[in-house]
């Protein structure tokens, strides 16, 4: 499946934007997904993933209680709803799916990356 990110744009700082994954086929394939980020000159990172079985949803600890991960099987997509965004949030996000039996945080654990979306918060 090949994942696509897109939502991403230029916002103040506080402000909120929803992200959304789509795939060229169904996306709801393997154990679930995650929502990772990279700033230039960073490792890429862990920011949200959900779990198909269950939804059950998990954060990084720099997003909890702003960022909620969300999906609508009618419409074969993720969302990924980022609230109070700040400075540190820039980076380009990326969705990509995982086929491990566990949801892991590491980006080499997932697969399907497609081309990311910007974000920018603006200060």
């Known amino acids: 499946v090949q994942l696509q990110a897109s939502g991403g744009g230029l916002v103040q700082v506080g402000g909120s934007l929803r992200l959304s994954c789509t795939a060229s086929?169904?996306?709801?394939?393997?154990?679930?997904m995650g929502w990772f980020r990279q700033a230039p000159g960073k490792e890429r990172e862990f920011a949200a993933g959900i779990r198909w079985s269950d939804n059950f949803a998990f954060y990084a600890n720099s997003v909890k209680g702003r960022f909620a991960i969300s999906r609508d099987d009618a419409k074969n997509t993720v969302y990924l709803q980022m609230n109070s965004l700040q400075p540190e949030d820039t980076a380009v996000y990326y969705c990509?799916?995982?086929?491990?039996?566990?949801?892991?945080?590491?980006?080499?654990?997932?697969?399907?990356w497609g081309l990311g979306t910007q974000v920018t918060v603006s200060s």
């Open positions: 990509a799916v995982t086929m491990r039996s566990i949801m892991p945080v590491v980006h080499t654990m997932y697969e399907s």
């Open positions: 086929g169904p996306i709801f394939v393997g154990t679930g």
